[in-house]
């Protein structure tokens, strides 16, 4: 089964700092993957997602990821981020065509100081 | 008119207690899902729902059942609750034929129950 790795739980970062947040993930097929955010006592809302076509995709609040199939990453970057980018971070894979076995990494806590 | 919503948003309750928790989406998807976030945020994947048909149930003790009376609910059923069972735990809901939405899954806001 497919799986996902976030190497870091806790990324703290001063406001307007660029920020990247790593995921690698391991699967013998295709996959989607995806960026999930998580305020404070909310629920995950999608961030953005690979599906298939350009390597890297953006969300509107300027968040990116590119897709690196040779190495097996989807890391999350931001050129400057706010104090209201302050939340968990989650990194997910599925397997293409079977999105109903979504897994999801144990998160990253990204923390932006004034 | 909010996308994907559970009741009760908080869940306190004695070991050995039965509870439900509900799960209601007016986005006229086709497949729901259930999740369970653990203290250390880690989320798992417990059910899905597709057309009324489970399709993934991973190893999650019977005492946990999903009842849908409908497309647009998903109940969760929690028998002889136990500690280990406190956590949060969310619904998802996605559509399986909307280009736009292509694999995206929405969460409600999540219920945290408590086991004492």
């Known amino acids: 089964a497919q799986s996902v790795t976030q190497l870091d739980s806790q990324v703290p970062v001063f406001e307007e700092a660029p920020v990247e947040l790593r995921c690698n993930y391991s699967s013998s097929v295709s996959v989607y993957l995806f960026w999930y955010v998580q305020y404070p006592n909310q629920g995950l809302q999608l961030l953005l997602k690979?599906?298939?076509?350009?390597?890297l995709v953006e969300s509107i609040n300027g968040f990116e990821a590119e897709f690196n199939k040779s190495q097996t990453s989807f890391h999350l970057r931001k050129p400057s981020v706010h104090i209201s980018d302050t939340a968990e971070y989650f990194c997910a894979v599925s397997v293409k065509y079977n999105n109903n076995d979504m897994r999801f990494g144990a998160g990253t806590r990204l923390t932006v100081k004034p | 008119d909010t996308a994907v919503s559970q009741t009760p948003k908080y869940l306190v309750t004695q070991m050995g207690n039965d509870k439900s928790i509900k799960c209601e989406q007016n986005?006229?998807?086709?497949?729901m899902y259930w999740y369970k976030q653990d203290s250390k945020k880690f989320l798992k994947i417990m059910f899905s729902?597709?057309?009324?048909?489970?399709?993934i149930n991973e190893t999650v003790p019977n005492r946990f059942s999903p009842k849908s009376p409908d497309k647009a609910h998903l109940n969760l059923h929690i028998n002889s609750l136990e500690l280990g069972d406190s956590a949060v735990y969310f619904c998802?809901?996605?559509?399986?034929?909307?280009?736009?939405?292509?694999?995206?899954?929405?969460f409600g806001p999540g219920t945290r129950l408590l086991v004492l």
């Open positions: 690979y599906l298939s076509g350009s390597t």
């Open positions: 986005l006229g998807h086709d497949t």
């Open positions: 998802a809901s996605e559509s399986v034929r909307g280009l736009a939405d292509l694999e995206t899954q929405y």
């Open positions: 729902y597709n057309n009324k048909e489970l399709i």
